[in-house]
Every structure is written in structure tokens, then in C-alpha cells.
């Protein structure tokens, strides 16, 4: 199983930023849950936002009302689409999603927020 994420970059304050990951490999059904986490500089990794497979959506705090989590099951793809960036969302993302039980990691991508 691999997870290829992509998006991320570089952002002033306001703006925004869509992040896609895709889950490759032998999966046989649609992951229960996809989503992001973030670490931040100096700080321990923490959840961001997922989307379970049955349609529920969860949001850390600090995100809500910004950030939109989304996936497409038929295509194991899953999307965080990011508004009205602040400095404080600056941090490595890392892609998730549980297979067969399992959580899977794809590769971080770094998110920075500055003018």
C-alpha cells in the first residue's frame, strides 16, 4: 500500500492551498478513514482533519470553518482543500489512511504560511 500525496507550498497569510493524497496498492476496499496530520516546528504531530468512508467528518479546532476534507471513495482519493491560511497552519502535512485496519503514511509536504 503507498499513499502519494501532493499539493502544499508556499503561501501569504489569507490564501489557499488544496492538498491531494491517492492510496495505491492492494487495498481491496475503500480505506475507513482518510486525512491529514501536521507537525508543526517544534510541536508534536497532530490531527488535522479526516473523512471516514461512511461520510463523518472530523476537524481539529483551529481549522474549523477553514479547512474542508473530502475523498472520493472509487478513486481511494482524499482532499483538503485550505482557505484563509494563517502563519500558525505552517507545518509538515502527512497524508493518512487506514487500510484493513492499519494505518498508512505517505510522505510529509511542507505547508508554509508567510508573507
Known amino acids: 500500500v503507498q499513499l502519494q500525496a501532493s499539493g502544499g507550498g508556499l503561501v501569504q497569510p489569507g490564501g489557499s492551498l488544496r492538498l491531494s493524497c491517492a492510496v495505491w496498492?492492494?487495498?481491496?476496499?475503500?480505506?475507513?478513514?482518510m486525512g491529514w496530520y501536521r507537525r508543526a516546528p517544534g510541536k508534536q504531530r497532530e490531527l488535522v482533519a479526516i473523512?471516514?468512508?461512511?461520510?463523518?467528518?472530523k476537524y481539529t479546532d483551529s481549522v474549523k470553518g477553514r479547512f474542508t476534507v473530502s475523498r472520493d471513495n472509487a478513486k481511494n482519493t482524499a482532499f483538503l482543500q485550505m482557505d484563509r491560511l494563517r502563519p500558525e497552519d505552517t507545518a509538515v502535512y502527512f497524508c493518512?489512511?487506514?487500510?484493513?485496519?492499519?494505518?498508512?503514511w505517505g510522505r510529509g509536504t511542507l505547508v508554509t504560511v508567510s508573507s
Open positions: 496498492g492492494n487495498i481491496f476496499s475503500s480505506p475507513s478513514s
Open positions: 493518512n489512511a487506514v487500510v484493513r485496519g492499519v494505518p498508512q
Open positions: 473523512a471516514t468512508r461512511d461520510g463523518t467528518l
